[in-house]
């Protein structure tokens, strides 16, 4: 597989732009206001967070394929996502006290601590709130958005193991039962949501039932990933068919809306990730930077924030403005201060500037581990 032309692709800019379509849907989703009611109709966070998915696939699966090993890759994982993680929520944490109803002497006590480890675990669910913080907010957890994080940890974790079985049973076979269990958990659980609801005599509420909590969750997300890495395998036989693939996406897109209802969302999102990032280079957006991590993890306390002090209540122009302004100076900063300086020496943002004026071949050669992968096992 010639990693070439996959080195070219536009996943920067398609990451920068998903985490964008999520912090405008949070800002209707925490505001309920009907000057932004558009994001709610018009933006899809689900659409968002499963392209993240995908394009981590691709990217986390290439990462440890050009690993030196597997403590080399774990090490860039933590290097790239806990540093800023870290920062975010310990100082989110420890700031809102000033916006507690509490004192602080009975802010800093089980409350706050049981969210700053829990959080710091990765583990939002349990502890999603801050003692006194955001009492009377449409939802009071402090980061909603973090939940993905956890999910993303366990990608993580799996790549190992589902490069080493691929390795020993055969990449189709392995990559087949992978994203067939996945299927069989999230359309299952799905079906079993719509039963549920079917069969309930009293319509139900805005709240998910468990099979719709389920359905989210890791196996079903694992699809999504999944996809990523197939696309990633088989990157050179689907340039190939470009034009129909994209047209297939399209379809697959407008049957979704209209009939199925996100039923099919796994197939096109994976489309779209792959004809936007691969339609034509739009040069090395990555020189910039990567602030796409950064805004999708400091947006929703930053809301809640602007939401506590009224200034959504006072003036949505003003509100909408200030959010954006003060979400992507967050990202900025946190990019050069924290993300970038714990980046691992290899990381090719580091090189970005080197790459402009001359291409960095170790970047664009074949990685020895996917030369391994024969035609057959793909």
């Known amino acids: 597989m010639s990693t070439t032309k996959f080195s070219e692709n536009n996943l920067d800019c398609l990451r920068l732009i998903l985490a964008s379509i999520v912090a405008l849907f949070h800002i209707f989703a925490l505001t309920s ?51 800023a993680y870290v920062t975010v929520v310990t100082l989110t944490a420890i700031t809102l006290g000033a916006l507690s109803t509490l004192r602080l002497s009975r802010y800093f006590v089980v409350g706050f601590w049981k969210y700053l480890v829990a959080n710091l675990l990765f583990l939002n669910f349990a502890a999603p709130s801050l003692p006194g913080v955001f009492g009377t907010h449409v939802n009071t957890a402090v980061n909603g958005a973090l939940w993905t994080l956890k999910i993303e940890v366990i990608f993580y974790l799996s790549v190992p193991l589902i490069y080493y079985l691929c390795r020993r049973f055969g990449t189709k076979a392995i990559m087949a039962a992978v994203f067939c269990l996945s299927c069989v958990w999230k359309y299952g659980f799905a079906l079993l949501d719509a039963l549920e609801r079917a069969r309930s005599l009293a319509p139900l509420d805005d709240t998910r039932t468990i099979f719709a909590r389920m359905e989210v969750q890791f196996p079903a997300q694992l699809a999504y990933f999944s996809a990523g890495i197939l696309l990633l395998i088989y990157f050179d036989t689907l340039k190939k068919h470009f034009l129909l693939i994209s047209c297939i996406t399209g379809a697959l897109f407008l049957v979704d809306h209209f009939f199925t209802h996100d039923s099919l969302d796994l197939f096109w999102i994976s489309g779209v990730v792959f004809v936007f990032g691969f339609w034509r280079y739009f040069g090395n957006f990555s020189k910039f930077g990567d602030f796409s991590y950064g805004v999708y993890i400091v947006h929703w306390p930053i809301l809640q924030v602007l939401i506590a002090l009224g200034v959504a209540a006072l003036s949505p122009a003003l509100f909408l403005a200030t959010s954006i302004m003060l979400i992507f100076i967050a990202a900025f900063t946190l990019w050069h201060l924290i993300e970038k300086r714990f980046l691992a020496t290899s990381s090719h943002y580091r090189h970005s500037q080197v790459e402009t004026a001359e291409p960095n071949k170790s970047l664009h050669s074949e990685p020895p581990v996917l030369r391994s992968l024969s035609t057959s096992e793909r």
Do not use: D
């Open 33 to 83: 206001l009907s000057s932004f009611s558009a994001f709610g109709t018009y933006l899809s966070p689900h659409f968002a967070v499963r392209g993240f998915f995908v394009i981590s696939g691709m990217l986390i699966y290439r990462s440890y394929t050009r690993s030196s090993s597997v403590s080399s890759y774990f090490e860039k994982r933590l290097r790239r996502i806990y540093p």
